[in-house]
């Protein structure tokens, strides 16, 4: 669903930088303007560095807001990420936000919210649990990994944990740990399903919400250059609901889908 609210492009300082493991830093931002009208689900277009070098910004989801403050969970993976990381306290940075749409969480119809990530895919899932909890939703975190060193719960409860290679937790993806823990999680009431992480495991994710017929919101990851639908980097190809395909673009109608609309 595409959401209209106000965004904003603002100078913000780096309060905070703590290191979770070693390629992975929480990075708190003063961000007043864009706390105060942040959904969970919504990202951040961050300008990593003063020079032309890397020339395009970086999308961060945003991990928490609390107060005035923004925190945004940032993976070395590249030579933009290494140097976001590496900021001092006290530097700034130039900050767009809140981008995209948002998790669906008013659907009253659910008692259960199980959210399911992979790897940095937990990067929305504090923000969202908090915001579930509020409303008197209970939480369950599945997170799956490669192997223990790729496990992400920081400060998530009521964590369940599973390794392909069985190093912790239990011995599968995260979608055998669902499908495992799925009949007694059902036991307690309707469910819906929210996820982020590798693209592979939201299309099998996906497909097994479709044939369970579980409620499922999906937090896609692309290329977002601009994040204000002008670069086109982060088209998608989904399931139109009147019959064929139509493409969107996930800065403006994502990065949260419904997984009925996923091409599978």
Known sequence: MLQTKTIIDVRATVVRT????????????????????AKPGNFVNIKVN????PLLRRPFSIHNVNGNLIDIMVKSIGCGTAIFANYDEGSTVMVLGPLGNSFNITDPHFKT????SGGIGTAPMLFLSKSLAANGIKVINLIGGRTKDDLLGYNLDNCRFATDDGSFGFRGTVLDLLNNE???????????????????MLKALAGYSRSKKLVCDLSLESVMGCGIGICYGCSVEINDPDGGNRTILLCKEGPVIDAQLLVI
């Open 18 to 37: 703590q290191s979770i493991i070693s390629d992975v830093n929480i990075i708190t931002l003063n961000c007043p303007s864009i706390a105060a009208t």
């Open 50 to 53: 003063t020079s032309t070098q």
């Open 113 to 116: 919210a199980v959210l399911l």
């Open 182 to 200: 799925l009949p007694d999680i059902e036991q307690e009431g309707p469910i819906k399903l929210f996820a982020c992480g590798p693209n592979p």
